[in-house]
Every structure is written in structure tokens, then in C-alpha cells.
């Protein structure tokens, strides 16, 4: 565990920081002369004017009030000596600060030697929400600082910036032999050396902090370090962020402490984190840890979440996690991240109650009550009706929780007992007493509905409206809707839209039948009431689309027919803008495609027959050309998905090649398969006598064989007559 360099601390953001100041190791040496000096001017008493502001320097209250000066004369911002003539020396010098003050600008930095702030007392500094005290220091060195005190330093309210400009070797903010208080502060510090430095301690309340230190420590103290009161820290350094010699604690506060070679928070003693504080610490070398203890306690009746891991993105919860009693965090010192926060209770969706009061439990099931009030009483529900003969129940509950809070009995009725059905007039209803003697009970006005449509107004038709009484019925107000225009009437649109070097298609339909054939009755009569309605047919090559499984199933069905193209035909329907996808339809849409011209044939030698092949889940069928037209294919399908054109060639004489295609349509009954003709011809031909080739071979076969026996013949005569010599 590396300790920070000496003399190099805290880079407390707050204060004055900046001026470049070197003074000798051992500090200032009390001389009964020193004054107080503000750059390289001696402060008088009184209110003065100083660097374009206003200094008043009150020595009997050891008081100095700053506003808006800049110090750019190259001294100090402030320096304050052990001992001062003229003021008194036993108590701290105070400090107020009003507006904006510099010490040191972006464009005049202290100088090379200078510090911010250089105190050899204790000091206090004060400020309001609006004042700010800005630092810049260039090139700082061993023992520069943004503030310097060797005795205790006490921060309270305003806003302080530290800029070191020449990123050299300069601390923050270091104070050597006293205490750090900070409180109601908004500081920003950012040193090569150690930012914040508190000798005998550091406390933050209720104060925000950023402090960065490139080389050593962003907050450390040879003592105790106290974080509370809701303060927000962000610490990031080389060495521990936060790094105490004595107890550590962070108290009902955040806390974001990052190193990028070691632990992010260390303690050489105890380190506890308690209340509802929520801090997050990464390392390099570790999360966090204390050579005594680590340890997180809840607030009473509160549960904390503990998460570590090798980083934010993999932590997982502790065991044990959410905790509800103090709980030692040995075993995580190692992992690079953690991150404990307050428990968030979630509240379960079902009221638990009692007799007083309703409240959600928690889904941890940690016994907190969540939403937690006094029931508050329904007005009396009726459960059981009183009769003549019997007397009813009622009771009052909880109108939040359904706590039952009162019951009570209801008297027997008189004789009057409403009967089922209303009574009404123009103006009221009423219900009769079933004895009928002209008692009317519940009686009421009427009261009005909102307009309920009876009938809706079509372009043939007027439509019809009434208003009734929304407890009897009855019907108050009637109301006739205008018969709308003809112009105000929907339309129903055919379109066929070509994609992807798709060939010519048309639907040689009417309207009327694309529209009985595609649409429900519900959507036909919509059409009337002013909604607009296209039925778009597209087509596009599907030749990279379709799958190879579908292609083998389409090849083996055409059997001795070749395929042409591949195409997907979808139909839609678009209802008032709405777009959906058929794939099925009620009645068979007639579809002509025009075969393209790739596809058509150029030899005189044969005849070449299309036929369309459908794939739809799962199963092709071949559907047949209903047309004459040589350069069409028409088809009647109630089916929308994957299609191909296919063909074959038939030689020009009428030697039909055979083929054992069969249709497999079910559907289309009026797609006949034409090639069945064609099989036909071809058993019919293979049942007569061979001609022509097949003759001549066998003319050919009979000469040869008459041939040998006329050798053979003569052979066996020579061979008797040379016996007979």
C-alpha cells in the first residue's frame, strides 16, 4: 500500500487554490513584525481596494472579507504568518468571501514559488452559495500548494476551484498539523500530489467534492477521515482515493472512489459504512479495505445492498444481501469492484392490514411498511336488503384496503317492497310498491346518456341516434343522422404492383368479384360508411428467396416439365390505411401472367405447353393454363406464397413426349391436366408396329443371316466334290 509523498495532500478543492508558493520545509518562522499579505500587498485596516476589488481587514476580529479581487501580481494569493502584529493571535483568522475572487489567472498564474492560500494559523473561511474562490498555479514544485496551513482550516458554504496549469508536482490542499473541516461546500480540486491532506484529520459534511490526483492520494490524513450529512465525493487517484491512518467513515453520504493502482479506499484501522450512504469504490489492486474492519450498518428498519465483482457490469449481490444489521465485509478486498446502496423497497402489489391502519409490504418480505395510512370509511353498503319479513346488513369498509371498519342490521321494511320493473314519465322514474297503493320508492330524475348509435348512416340510407336514461331506460332524445354523400362514400381499388424483374401480370376480374372473392361482408359494407379499400396483388422473381427444400418439392412434382421462373405472389389488402397479408382467400382469384419473352419459344421443331406450379405449405401443385393466348398463362388460386412458371417441349408432329406429371390441385377443379392427353397418345403409340429405323435394322439382320447360309452351304459342296475325286 503506497503512502502519499511528503507534504503532498489533499487536493481539498476548496480553497483558494493556486498560487505557486515555495517556503522553506519547516514553515514559517514567527516574526513579531509579519503582516498579512495579499499578493505582494500588505492589507491595511479598513476597507480597501485591491486588484479591482474590495478587502476589508478588521484586525481586532481577526477578520479579512474578500470580494471579487484578483491577485496576479505574482505573490501569494493570502499569506498569513504565525503571528501577526496588531491582531488577536490566540484565536483563527476568518475569512469571508463575497462574488467571485481569483487568485492567480488563466492568462497570470501565481508565480513560479507561490502558493493560494499560505497559513501558519488556524484559519476559517466562510462563504455564501453565490461566492467562489478560483485558484490557477503554474509551474508548482515540492511544496506548492493551493492552500497551505500547518494548523487547523475550517471550511464553510461557498464554491472552490484549483487549477494546476503546468501539471507539475503541486498539492492541493495540505494542511500538515491540524484539523480539515468542510462543511456546506462545493469544492474542485485536481494536483500531481497528494489533493486533500488533513495531519490530524479530515471532516466533510454536507459538502460536494471532486478531488484528482495524477501521482499519489486524492484524500488523505494521518488520522481520522469523517464523510456525512448527505456529502457527495468523487475521488480518483494513482494511489488510494481515499486513504486514512485512523477510522474511516462515510455516513448517510455518496461516495465514488476510483485507482487505477490500488485499493480505492484503505484504512489503517476500521473502515464503516453506515446509514443510508451509497458508495461505489474500483481498484486495480481491490475494491476497498481496513487492516481492523470493514463494515456496513443499515439505518434501523432499513436493509443495504451489497454488490461486488470483477467490474459493475458482473457484480453480483453478496450473500446475504440486502442487510438489515451491521455486517462485516470481510473476503471482498480483492475484487476490483463494490458498490453498497441503500435498499430500495418494492412494494408488493396486495394491501396487509389491521384494525386501524392498511399498508404494502416490502418484496424482500423485510417487514417494512410501505404506503402505510388510516383506513378511511366507505359510506354504508348494502349486503342483505331488509324485507317485511326479515331484517337486512350492511357495513362501512375501508375504501383503500377493503378493511371491514363497521356492520350493522337494517329494520324490517314496512309493506313496501319495490317491485322489479321501472315506472317512468318525461321527466322521472320510480319503482311501485308491489301492494300497489300508489307509493313510489326510489324516485328519481332521468339521467341522460351519452348518444347511442342505432343505426349508421350509409350514402342509400339515413342512420338513426337516441339518448336514454342510464338507470330505467327510458328513452329521452332521438335523433336522425344525415344520409351521406355519395362523395363521402369509400372506394375499392384493384392494383398490381411488379418488383424484381417480375413478369406482366393482370386480374381479369371485376370489383365486385375481386371483392366477394377477397373481402369480408363486414368489410363490403364499411366501403359504404367512407373507408377506402385497395386490394394489391405484387410479384417479384423469387428466385434467391425461395428455399432449396421448396425447390426440390416444386422439381419433383413437374417431373419432365423444366422451370422457368420462380415468382412469390402476395395479396393484401389495405382497409383505411391498414395493411394486412392474405394467404388464403374465400373465393378463387383469376390471375394472368404474361410469359416472358426468355421463356418463348424460338424453334419450329416443337410445340412448348406452360403450365403455373404453386408451393403452399408444403405441397405443390400444378395448375393449368385456362387461356388460348399463346403469350399468357391464366390460373384461378385461393392460395398467395411461392409459384414458378414452367414448360415443356412437345416435338411440332405430334410425337408427344411422355410424361407422368399428374395434378395434384384439389382445389381447383377447373385446372384439368392436359398433359393426361398427351400419356394417352403416347400408350397408344407404343402399341403399333416399328417403322422406319427399327425396319431397316431388321432388313439388314435377315440379308446377313441369308448371307452365312449361303457360305455355309457352299463350303459343304466343295468340301463332298474334292471327297468324290
Same mark, same amino acid.
Given at each position: 500500500?503506497r ?19 515555495q ?6 518562522r ?6 498579512i ?10 476597507? !480597501? ?8 481587514y478588521?484586525?481586532e476580529?481577526? @477578520? ?8 496576479? %501580481?505574482g ?12 491582531i ?12 467571485e ?11 513560479r @514559488? ?26 508548482g514544485?515540492?511544496?506548492?500548494y493551493?492552500?497551505y ?10 464554491t472552490y ?5 503546468a ?21 474542485t480540486?485536481a494536483?500531481?500530489n497528494t ?10 459534511? !454536507? ?40 477510522d474511516?467513515?462515510i455516513?448517510?453520504?455518496k461516495?465514488?472512489? @476510483?485507482?487505477?493502482n ?43 445492498e ?9 457484480a @453480483?449481490?453478496?450473500e446475504?444481501s ?13 475484487n ?21 391502519t ?20 366507505? !359510506? ?16 362501512k ?9 363497521e356492520?350493522?342490521?337494517?329494520p324490517?321494511?314496512?309493506?313496501h317492497i ?17 301492494? %300497489? ?12 346518456s351519452?348518444w347511442?348509435?342505432?343505426k ?7 342512420g338513426?341516434k ?11 332524445q332521438?335523433e ?13 381499388e384493384?392494383k ?5 424483374n ?15 372473392a377477397?373481402?369480408?361482408q ?10 377506402d ?12 428467396s ?16 423444366s ?8 395479396l ?5 390505411g ?14 394472368t ?5 426468355s ?18 405449405d408444403?405441397?405443390a ?14 390460373i ?13 417441349d ?19 377443379n377447373?385446372n384439368?391436366?392436359?398433359t393426361?392427353k398427351y ?16 425396319t ?8 446377313s ?9 457352299l ?8 471327297t468324290?475325286?
Amino acid at each position: 500500500m503506497r503512502k502519499p509523498k511528503f507534504m503532498k495532500v489533499i487536493g481539498l478543492a476548496l480553497i483558494f487554490m493556486v498560487v505557486l508558493s515555495q517556503m522553506p520545509e519547516n514553515g514559517i518562522r514567527a516574526l513579531a513584525s509579519n503582516p498579512i499579505t495579499l499578493g505582494k500587498q500588505q492589507l491595511q485596516e479598513g476597507t !480597501n481596494s485591491y486588484f479591482g476589488g474590495t478587502v476589508t481587514y478588521e484586525p481586532e476580529n481577526n @477578520t479579512i472579507i474578500l470580494e471579487n479581487v484578483k491577485v496576479d %501580481d505574482g505573490g501569494h494569493g493570502l499569506y498569513i504568518p504565525s503571528v501577526i502584529t496588531g491582531i488577536n493571535n490566540d484565536g483563527p483568522v476568518r475569512i469571508y468571501l463575497k462574488g467571485e475572487n481569483y487568485f492567480g489567472t488563466e492568462d497570470k498564474p501565481l508565480g513560479r @514559488t507561490k502558493s493560494g492560500i499560505y497559513a501558519s494559523r488556524p484559519i476559517e473561511v466562510y462563504g455564501d452559495i453565490d461566492a467562489k474562490l478560483i485558484c490557477y498555479i503554474n509551474r508548482g514544485g515540492n511544496g506548492i500548494y493551493a492552500a497551505y496551513d500547518v494548523e487547523n482550516v475550517s471550511i464553510n458554504g461557498g464554491t472552490y476551484v484549483f487549477h494546476d496549469t503546468a501539471k507539475n508536482t503541486t498539492d492541493g490542499f495540505n494542511v500538515s498539523g491540524g484539523l480539515v473541516k468542510i462543511e456546506n461546500a462545493n469544492i474542485t480540486l485536481a494536483s500531481t500530489n497528494t489533493t486533500i491532506w488533513g495531519g490530524l484529520g479530515i471532516t466533510i459534511k !454536507n459538502s460536494s467534492v471532486a478531488a484528482v490526483s495524477e501521482q499519489s492520494n486524492a484524500i488523505f490524513t494521518n488520522n481520522m477521515l469523517m464523510i456525512s450529512d448527505n456529502s457527495d465525493i468523487t475521488a480518483s487517484s494513482f494511489n488510494p482515493a481515499l486513504f486514512s491512518e485512523s477510522d474511516m467513515t462515510i455516513s448517510n453520504s455518496k461516495v465514488y472512489a @476510483t485507482s487505477n493502482n490500488d485499493l480505492g479506499i484503505w484504512s489503517r484501522d476500521t473502515l464503516s459504512i453506515e446509514g443510508k450512504s451509497d458508495v461505489i469504490c474500483k481498484g486495480t489492486g481491490g475494491c476497498l479495505g481496513a487492516i481492523s474492519s470493514a463494515s456496513i450498518t443499515p439505518v434501523t428498519g432499513e436493509r443495504v445492498e451489497v454488490y461486488t465483482g470483477a467490474d459493475e457490469d458482473n457484480a @453480483t449481490a453478496m450473500e446475504g444481501s440486502p442487510f438489515s444489521q451491521k455486517t462485516n465485509l470481510a473476503g471482498i478486498k480483492t475484487n476490483p469492484y463494490f458498490h453498497s446502496y441503500s435498499h430500495t423497497h418494492t412494494a408488493v402489489s396486495t394491501w396487509s392490514k389491521d384494525d386501524a391502519t392498511h399498508w404494502h409490504g416490502c418484496t424482500a418480505n423485510d417487514g417494512k411498511r410501505l404506503d402505510e395510512a388510516a383506513h378511511t370509511a366507505s !359510506n354504508w353498503i348494502i349486503d342483505r336488503e331488509a324485507t317485511i319479513t326479515a331484517v337486512g346488513k350492511k357495513h362501512k369498509e375501508c375504501t383503500i384496503c377493503g378493511q371491514i371498519m363497521e356492520t350493522a342490521e337494517i329494520p324490517m321494511l314496512h309493506i313496501h317492497i319495490p317491485s322489479d320493473v321501472w315506472s317512468k314519465n318525461d321527466t322521472e322514474h320510480w319503482h311501485n310498491c308491489t301492494a %300497489d297503493d300508489n307509493e313510489k320508492l326510489d324516485q328519481a330524475a332521468h339521467i341522460a346518456s351519452e348518444w347511442i348509435l342505432d343505426k349508421e348512416a350509409t350514402i342509400s340510407a339515413a342512420g338513426s341516434k337516441h339518448k336514454e336514461c342510464i338507470i330505467c331506460g327510458y328513452v329521452m332524445q332521438t335523433e336522425i343522422i344525415p344520409m351521406m354523400k355519395a362523395e363521402e362514400a369509400g372506394s375499392i381499388e384493384k392494383k398490381i404492383k411488379r418488383e424484381n424483374n417480375a413478369p406482366g401480370v393482370q386480374i381479369p376480374m371485376s370489383n365486385q368479384e375481386l371483392t366477394n372473392a377477397v373481402l369480408t361482408q363486414e368489410e363490403i359494407r364499411s366501403i359504404e360508411h367512407g373507408i377506402d379499400i385497395t386490394i394489391l396483388l405484387t410479384v417479384t422473381d423469387a428466385a434467391d428467396s425461395i428455399s432449396a427444400k421448396d425447390k426440390t418439392i416444386m422439381e419433383k412434382a413437374l417431373d419432365h416439365y423444366s422451370i422457368g421462373q420462380y415468382l412469390d405472389i402476395s395479396l393484401l389488402k389495405i382497409i383505411d390505411g391498414e395493411q394486412s397479408r392474405l394467404t388464403k382467400t374465400s373465393g378463387s382469384i383469376k390471375i394472368t401472367i404474361d410469359i416472358p419473352d426468355s421463356l418463348k419459344n424460338k424453334e419450329n421443331t416443337v410445340n412448348r405447353e406452360f403450365v403455373i406450379l404453386r408451393m403452399h405449405d408444403g405441397l405443390a401443385v400444378i395448375l393449368n393454363d385456362l387461356d388460348t393466348d399463346a403469350n399468357t398463362i391464366t390460373i384461378e388460386t385461393d392460395r398467395f406464397s411461392n409459384y414458378a412458371i414452367a414448360y415443356r417441349d412437345i416435338p411440332a408432329e405430334g410425337d408427344l413426349i411422355a410424361n407422368t406429371t399428374t395434378n395434384t390441385n384439389t382445389n381447383n377443379n377447373k385446372n384439368i391436366d392436359k398433359t393426361q392427353k398427351y400419356l394417352t397418345k403416347n400408350k397408344q403409340k407404343q402399341q403399333l408396329p416399328a417403322t422406319g429405323d427399327d425396319t431397316m435394322r431388321m432388313s439388314w439382320l435377315t440379308a446377313s443371316l441369308i448371307t452365312g447360309m449361303l457360305a455355309i452351304l457352299l463350303l459343304s459342296y466343295l468340301k463332298r466334290k474334292r471327297t468324290d475325286k
